[in-house]
């Protein structure tokens, strides 16, 4: 009898997954911080012989290569995948002996990037499930447009063909298992962050990509996609040349002028606090991304590649937990860490900043509001009369387009990147207002 174990990795929006049977198993698209799958494989008694990736991943630093390294796995990597390291390449077809009575079949299923391979859980000669990657998720497929621009439209037709392939070979209660698409950016249409089980019979019935032609499912997903994460760009090539080991040793502690000073120097210093809390006081010029939920990809998204980021925290524990995030998205070291608060990071007679929060309800006709929302979310959910609209991730490049003098009244769709934007702002000296409100609380939404 097989087993899987999935790895979560909520931040991410994807799931990596440990499967095997009594005494062998096999991990696919392990996440960067490793540790995770080795006591997964300790509390199975199992031995991992086998480490495998769907396809070069460009959302995420996989931990792959080291995993494979520390176990004595073989690192398995589709054939036409373009990587600089040594790995046992697969192609179409290729099987790959588990566990007694269990193996693994790779299937070419191109689509979410050229290469892209899933693979085939079979038992006693059966499919039992079928680790799909980036290629069929639950209700849609991976974007198809991350690799090169000119290639989109190829791969997303690849992508309509792979599917169908995995609905026509394999049986119809064959577990369905992908990485992407529990609130990742590397899904191409909506996927319920919490999605459960499913199987080939039922994405037959419900996966866009299955129940329409190809012409209209490639015309309604390329009209569809969205903008791209800044720091996608590399992930990519790290992933092709092979990422370092994880370092999650403690960053250096900073006190109240080193603070000051990165500040002073132009670098990044973000608040993980609630933005209840940061509102209420923080260190001027700091910027605030809560921990937990999506952070690390916001963060990753935001800030100028490269550039030094000191992490502030209530504790050394969610600085660890924002460490841990952060390494998986390729940013392997913060310059400096304080914990604490505001009282503990501000100069000796200086004091903190704050500003207002508020609700929908609080909006006057003559405030000047800002939606950072995504342009898709605007169209599709409507926008407030007079608006301004700068997506989050456009926020620091434009901020010259804001009016001076007057106050910012932010909103997002529930509060979170509103408090970003307000943190940035405020940084940049504007007077804002986050508001921390649902937007289905605004007022008179237009539909673009």
């Not at 998720?137 to 090169?148: H, N």
Request: charged letters at 20%; one cysteine or more.
């Amino acid at each position: 009898m097989f087993f899987v174990d999935t790895v979560e990795v909520p931040g991410l929006g994807n799931r990596g997954y440990l499967a095997g049977g009594t005494a062998h198993a096999v991990v696919i698209d392990p996440p960067r911080d490793i540790d995770r799958v080795l006591t997964a494989a300790a509390l199975r008694g199992v031995r991992i012989s086998h480490v495998l990736e769907t396809h070069v991943h460009n959302d995420y630093v996989s931990g792959g290569r080291e995993l494979a390294r520390i176990t004595g796995a073989a690192y398995v990597v589709p054939a036409e995948a373009p990587v600089a390291y040594d790995r046992l390449p697969v192609s179409d077809g290729d099987r790959l002996t588990v566990d007694d009575e269990l193996v693994l079949r790779a299937m070419a299923t191109p689509g979410h990037t050229p290469h892209h391979t899933s693979y085939v859980l079979e038992e006693a000669g059966r499919a039992a499930a079928v680790f799909t990657g980036g290629s069929l998720l639950i209700g849609t497929v991976g974007r198809p447009d991350l690799v090169e621009p000119g290639l989109t439209e190829r791969l997303a037709r690849a992508q309509h063909a792979s599917a169908h392939r995995l609905a026509a070979e394999l049986p119809a209660d064959t577990a369905v298992l992908p990485t992407h698409g529990f609130g990742s950016f590397c899904a191409s249409g909506p996927s319920s962050p919490d999605a459960g089980p499913t199987t080939i019979g039922e994405q037959t019935a419900v996966n866009e990509a299955l129940v329409k032609d190809a012409d209209t499912f490639v015309a309604e997903l390329l009209s569809g996609l969205d903008d791209i994460p800044a720091y996608y760009a590399h992930m990519g090539p790290l992933n092709s040349m092979g990422p370092a080991p994880v370092d999650l040793t403690p960053p250096p502690l900073a006190d109240a002028e080193e603070i000051a000073a990165r500040l002073a120097a132009g670098e990044w210093v973000v608040d993980l606090r609630s933005r209840v809390a940061f509102a209420e006081g923080h260190v001027v010029g700091s910027f605030n991304i809560e921990a937990g939920g999506q952070f690390a990809t916001h963060l990753a998204w935001l800030i100028p590649w490269g550039k030094p980021v000191t992490l502030l925290a209530e504790s050394p524990a969610r600085l660890a937990e924002a460490q841990r995030e952060l390494v998986r998205v390729g940013i392997d070291r913060p310059a400096a860490a304080a914990t604490g608060g505001p009282e503990d990071w501000v100069p000796a007679g200086e004091r903190p900043e704050s500003y207002r929060r508020a609700v929908f309800a609080d909006l006057g006709e003559e405030d000047r509001v800002l939606d950072v929302r995504r342009a898709s979310e605007r169209t599709s959910a409507g926008h407030i009369p007079g608006s301004l609209h700068i997506p989050l991730h456009q926020l620091r490049s434009r901020l010259r387009e804001l009016p001076a003098g007057v106050t910012l009244w932010v909103h997002c769709a529930g509060g979170m990147r509103a408090a970003v934007a307000a943190s940035m702002l405020a940084a940049a000296g504007h007077d804002v207002v986050a508001i921390d409100d649902s937007f289905a609380n605004a007022p008179v939404p237009n539909r673009c």
